[in-house]
């Protein structure tokens, strides 16, 4: 799929090979895979983390809506996303 077609309705998830942990010597979260390291901000951390491949785009959208006050973050969860799919990061199902 490609990021064209992202949508609320696509179910993102973390791809193969690649896992997100906390970093304490880094005081971050990153995204290690086999060909090396992503630094994550706060922003990035918290939407990967709900790319768990059950939660839709709209759902995670909601989610984070709900946990930061209101906020509209859909723009920011989109574009996050769609950097990450082209990059390899997140793989996207229907």
Known sequence: MTTAALSDTVIPSVAR?????????????VLLY????????P?????LSRCDGK?????????????FGGADLSGDVHQFLELATSQGWVTLKE
């Open 17 to 29: 090979g690649h896992r997100m942990q906390f970093e304490p010597a880094q005081d971050c979260h």
């Open 34 to 41: 086999p060909e090396g390291m992503v630094t994550l901000n």
């Open 43 to 47: 922003s990035a951390a918290e939407i």
């Open 55 to 67: 939660a839709s785009v709209g759902n995670i959208c909601d989610a984070l809506s709900e946990e």
